[in-house]
């Protein structure tokens, strides 16, 4: 299985940017989807997650009612909607794939995803 993250770029604080994860490779259709980020200096942290089995949609406290995840299951492509972005968004952000129900039972634990895309990059600055 590969994930093909892209949509990273520069934006200024309060706009918006969509990030596309796409899933190729073997039975694309069945894993959940996380997105994690990575500030320079700063651990990798979770910030959301989407089901594959009921569509269930999970978020981290510092994104919540800012980013929205979606996928598009006809083509096997995740999506996460930034808006109203601020410069702590800053980050390498990354895809991951992973069994449902872990993504169920432990959306934000980094060992329930399997398989990471490479990482876009994500800049917040006026």
């Known amino acids: 299985v590969q994930l093909q993250a892209s949509g990273g770029g520069l934006v200024q604080p309060g706009k918006s940017l969509t990030l596309s994860c796409t899933v190729s490779?073997?039975?694309?259709?069945?894993?959940?989807i996380g997105w994690f980020r990575q500030a320079p200096g700063k651990e990798r942290e979770w910030v959301s997650s989407i089901s594959s089995s009921d569509g269930s949609t999970y978020y981290a406290d510092s994104v919540k009612g800012r980013f929205t995840i979606s996928r598009d299951a006809a083509i096997y492509r995740a999506y996460l909607l930034m808006n109203n972005l601020k410069p702590e968004d800053t980050a390498v952000y990354y895809c991951?794939?992973?069994?449902?129900?872990?993504?169920?039972?432990?959306?934000?634990?980094?060992?329930?995803?399997?398989?990471w895309g490479q990482g876009t990059l994500v800049t917040v600055s006026s």
């Open positions: 991951a794939a992973g069994d449902p129900m872990g993504i169920v039972i432990a959306a934000s634990n980094s060992q329930a995803y399997e398989y």
């Open positions: 490779g073997r039975t694309p259709g069945f894993y959940g």
